[in-house]
């Protein structure tokens, strides 16, 4: 199993590898221009997993006042069911207090591999009908047990 600690921030010199398994994992993958837009956003961060020298996965996030919420993320299909995933998303949950009370993430209703992999992370779901404008597919918007406990104790 693979943990937390090989997580980092991304770094420029990541952006090849990162691409490469973005083409791999979406159908509408991001190009370079967009990466780059993407990660220099001010409210947005990202995460390389790096082991054996090789980045085998990435997860960009976006904070605010509500907390994060998970833009982007993808694992290596060679490296899949290890737990880069989870490191990945273990490492947003740390997040500092600040940025992390509120951790949403939201999926296509047909992408049944994230759904499966964010239940086993304890997020839990609620159905936002049409929430995909591009198709008017339905969607499932996740939410962290986090911030369930958090609201529970409001
Ligand atoms: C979804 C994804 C990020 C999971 O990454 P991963 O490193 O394989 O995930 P982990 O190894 O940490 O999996 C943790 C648990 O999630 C569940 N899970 C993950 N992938 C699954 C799959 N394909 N089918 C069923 N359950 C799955 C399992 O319970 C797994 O634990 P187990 O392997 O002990 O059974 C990866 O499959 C991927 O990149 N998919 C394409 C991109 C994508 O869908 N991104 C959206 C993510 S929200």
New binding site residues.
Partial sequence: MLTDRCVRDVRRGDLGDILAIDAA??ATPLNENELLDLLRQRRVGGYAHECYGRVL?YAIYEHGRAGAH?LR???DPK?????????LVQKILSLPDGRRADIT?T?RES?L??A???R??GFTARLKRGGFSDTHEDAYVFTSRIQEEVCVGR
């Fill in positions: 994992a979406f996965g998970l993320l993808a694992v490296f899949r069911r290890q737990g880069v995933g989870t490191a993430a999926v992408s591999e994230a499966l992999f964010l086993a992370c």
